[in-house]
């Protein structure tokens, strides 16, 4: 009888061999228990760059974390207030303030644990994890006066001192607001050859910033028509806090009585064809103001302020406010307005209005309310008010005031030479500082002016303006702490800090 053999071919010896050292392998592990240390898989601001609207970061773990020693060994340097919470194995991280511009931030976690290590008798601490991110540069915009800058849109970066002159010569700018991403400035200008205050027209200008991280940011400068004024003169604007809507106040050039307002796209369509404005069919109104929701704009109307939609029929006010003919300004999230209302003696009252039908009176001033801003740190309203010290030559004087909403306590912070009327102030995003200018009228002239000369919005000739910064601290009770401004190295007025 012939034997038969089973001949073992060398790939099969080749796949034994590693069915075996694999089972060895897993053997080993099992008997080793779970030991593989945890880490931080995701932190969703590593490397970016953020601004004020960014207000919470994440860190996803590899496995389930023990709370209390994340919460005790998390560090972010410098230091930042802020609020954990849980979901899962994501640990999130709202901030209280927002992050202070022109710093560089480090997250820091080491020696923490799993959820499991102790109950397991195991000592497993996880991966040292370093994270890093900044914030945005602090930069601002003003018009320039001196003759190199005259009537020019220029931006200064004050976390790197560096100046950028954005628009040609050829325009003089009459006013300008930032895009939310800080990338384009949306603004009204004159030909510098002309000498019709009311023949502006809408562009907008790229800054030369990015606002994504890793992407690289068009050229500073480049410039693109908006809005002409061949039929409508463009007087006030307005950019939805978006960046999506622009609200126009407009005039016909050959019929006075057809004025009111009209809004347009800010972008251009897909096609790259320039946006057609709509008139919002509604009475015609005063100031006005697009609220944070960039859903409806706010329009002084007849004795109060009416709230009209931009999305749908704008002829039936959503909200009508009576005794209030001006809103200063909204609340980031739209919950909180500072609304002035006018008396029949001459003087102003300030109003906080919220959403729940809360009124409450701030302040009664004899001058005037220039401006208003919430501050986004903290319960604090700034304002920019004024008070009548000579009724005979109606001289005002101006003064910035904090009032904190939560206790209704004044404090001034600054008063102003008086004859200053024309003072513009601008709250910085992350709170910590406020712009404002001081400008200097020409003496009475005979003379005409040429057409590329600079007024305020009275219409008052400008010979110069000095800018201000005025730093900012939390108002505590008791806090007596005297704060000075202190004047920039820039010639200009109408500053505006970007986002």
């Known amino acids: 009888m012939a034997k038969s053999h089973i001949l073992i071919q060398p790939l099969d010896r080749i796949a034994i061999a590693l069915m075996l050292l694999l089972s060895l392998l897993i053997g080993f592990v099992i008997w080793q228990g779970d030991a593989v240390k945890p880490i931080v898989r995701t932190f969703t601001w590593q490397n970016q760059q953020i601004g004020a609207e960014d207000i919470s970061f994440s860190l996803t773990f590899s496995r389930p974390m023990d709370i209390k020693s994340v919460e005790d060994k998390l560090k972010i340097d410098p230091p930042l207030a802020g609020k954990i919470s849980w979901a899962g194995r994501r640990l999130v991280y709202t901030l209280v303030t927002p992050a202070p511009y022109g710093t560089n931030y480090k997250v820091l976690l080491e020696g923490s644990r799993d959820k499991f290590s102790e109950t397991e008798g195991k000592n497993r601490v996880m991966e040292p994890f370093t994270g890093s991110f900044s914030t945005r540069n602090r930069a601002l915009l003003y018009i320039g006066v001196n003759q190199e800058e005259q009537g020019?849109?220029?931006?200064?970066?004050?976390?790197?001192?560096?100046?950028?002159?954005?628009?040609?010569?050829?325009?003089?700018?009459?006013?300008?607001?930032?895009?939310?991403?800080?990338e384009k400035i949306l603004f009204s200008a004159r030909s510098s050859k002309s000498l019709d205050l009311l023949s502006a027209q809408l562009y907008t200008v790229t800054t030369g910033i990015s606002s994504k991280t890793g992407e690289q940011a068009q050229p500073a400068g480049k410039i693109d028509l908006i809005l002409d004024n061949k039929d409508y003169q463009n007087l006030k604007f307005d950019l939805s806090p978006d960046g999506q809507t622009i609200v126009v106040q407009r005039g016909k050039r050959d019929n006075p009585g057809d004025f009111g307002l009209w809004h347009l796209p800010a972008n251009q369509n897909s096609s790259g064809e320039k946006n057609i404005p709509k008139r919002l069919e509604s009475q015609p109104g005063g100031d006005f103001l697009i609220t944070p929701d960039s859903k409806a704009v706010a329009v002084a109307q007849g004795q109060g302020t009416a709230i009209l939609s931009l999305l749908g029929d704008a002829s039936k006010p959503l909200d009508f406010l009576p005794q209030f003919g001006l809103v200063q300004a909204f609340s980031k999230d739209g919950s909180q307005a500072a609304m002035v209302k006018f008396n029949s003696d001459y003087t102003r009252d300030l109003f906080l209005v919220t959403n729940q039908g809360v009124q409450k009176q701030l302040l009664k001033t004899t001058g005037s309310i220039l401006g208003c801003n919430f501050d986004t740190a903290s319960p604090t309203l700034y304002c920019l008010t004024t008070q009548l010290v000579s009724k005979e030559q109606y001289i005002e004087q101006p003064y910035l005031v904090a009032i904190n909403l939560k206790t209704e306590q004044q404090k001034p912070l600054l008063m102003l030479p008086p004859a200053q009327r024309n003072v513009q102030m601008s709250l910085a995003p992350d709170g910590l500082g406020i712009l404002f200018d001081q400008v200097v009228p020409l003496p009475d002239i005979s003379t005409p002016l040429p057409a590329n000369s600079l007024k305020t919005d009275d219409g008052e000739p400008i010979a110069t303006s000095s800018l201000w910064l005025m730093p900012l601290l939390p108002i505590t009770e008791g806090d007596n702490i005297e704060i000075k401004p202190e004047q920039l190295p820039l010639v200009g007025f109408h500053p505006h800090w970007l986002p």
Not at 160 to 171: F, M, N, S, Y
């Open 152 to 182: 020019k849109l220029v931006l200064y970066n004050l976390t790197q001192e560096q100046k950028k002159v954005l628009t040609p010569k050829d325009l003089i700018i009459m006013d300008f607001e930032p895009f939310p991403d800080g």
